[in-house]
């Protein structure tokens, strides 16, 4: 089944796991406010309308080329607009990273300023062989608004988002894979990869998925000491929950796979 919100493609497959395509290639996906609405309308229902996993996907050469440039220019906007704005930015993202449903991003072309504070609200990140990461904001006069001093400083560290940001740096390649900029580089598509990767997510049990999607990133937040006290607790439920039962009856039985290193 294939519908749209707004500039948002969206495939639902019979396995639950849907495909999520930022469908503005002739603008290089750039992220105008009604896209970012679009993201919070279809990311605050992903859960409760059945979603195992999504992938996130970009039309054209380009995965996303950040905040609409133009569109921000022509709405000369207010500080006051610009901070709700960027409050908008931080709902979608967060409805993301916190929704409980894995999302892995298949990355192309430019992942830069706003693109990359996409990117790194996504729980999996694939990059094919174009794809490249920066900061622009530095050089175009404006600062990050979308989370990128969280998420992207968490990925890569403080001095080296600093130094993207002062000079415009680019990483790509290997090197943006060492830096955990993206999980995993391929040599043909990011896309191939990223539908894998989200099959293979979406059989885990729900609940466990949405305790890895939320549960990881909240800690996160808290004291190390206030952290394993969540963690506890989350595992009382998670690790109790009857769906599981068949799984460890078939470790018990000796009927399930075995953890084995790769060929
Ligand atoms: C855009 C945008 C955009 C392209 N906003 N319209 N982000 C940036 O500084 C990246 C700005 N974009 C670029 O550097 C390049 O466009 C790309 C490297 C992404 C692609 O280059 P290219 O040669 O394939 O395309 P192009 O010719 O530059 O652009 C094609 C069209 O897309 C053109 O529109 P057209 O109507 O003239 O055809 C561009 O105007 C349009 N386009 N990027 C609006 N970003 C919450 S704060 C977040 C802060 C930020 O994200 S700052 C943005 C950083």
Redesign the pocket.
């Known amino acids: 089944m294939q519908d749209s919100i707004g500039n948002l493609l969206i495939e639902r497959q019979p396995d639950g796991v849907w495909i999520v395509t930022l469908n503005r290639p ?3 996906n ?3 406010a009604e896209t970012v609405e679009a993201m919070i309308a279809l990311f605050s229902g992903a859960m409760r309308d059945g979603a195992r996993a999504i992938v996130l996907a970009a039309a054209g ?2 995965f996303c ?8 220019h022509r709405a000369d906007r207010s500080p006051a607009e610009f901070w709700q ?2 409050l908008r ?1 931080h709902e979608a993202f967060n409805k993301m990273e916190y929704g409980g449903v894995p999302v892995i991003a298949a990355l192309q ?2 992942v ?4 990359l ?1 996409l990117a790194s609200a996504a729980h999996i990140r694939v990059a094919d062989q174009s794809a490249y990461f920066a ?3 530095g ?2 006069g ?5 989370g ?1 001093t969280i998420r992207v400083a968490a990925l890569v560290g403080k001095a080296r988002m600093v130094d993207m940001m002062l000079t415009g740096r680019v990483y790509q390649g290997q090197e943006a894979v060492d830096l955990g900029l993206a999980q995993y580089l391929v040599e043909g598509s990011s896309f191939d990869r990223a539908l894998e990767l989200a099959r293979k997510a979406a059989q885990n049990l729900p609940l466990t998925n949405f305790a890895i999607c939320s549960a990881i990133s909240h800690m996160q937040n808290m004291s190390p000491f206030d952290a394993a006290y969540a963690e506890a607790c989350v595992a009382g439920v998670v690790n109790t929950q009857p769906e599981a039962r068949a799984r460890l009856e078939a470790f018990a039985n000796k009927t399930a796979a075995r953890v084995r290193p790769n060929d």
């Not at 830069?112 to 693109?115: D, K, L, T």
Request: net charge negative; with cysteine.
């Open positions: 002739e603008k290089r750039a992220l105008n050469d380009h080329a950040g905040l609409d440039l133009v569109e921000h704005l960027c930015w072309g430019a830069v300023g706003g693109g504070e900061l622009p904001e050089q175009r404006l600062f990050t608004g979308g990128a």
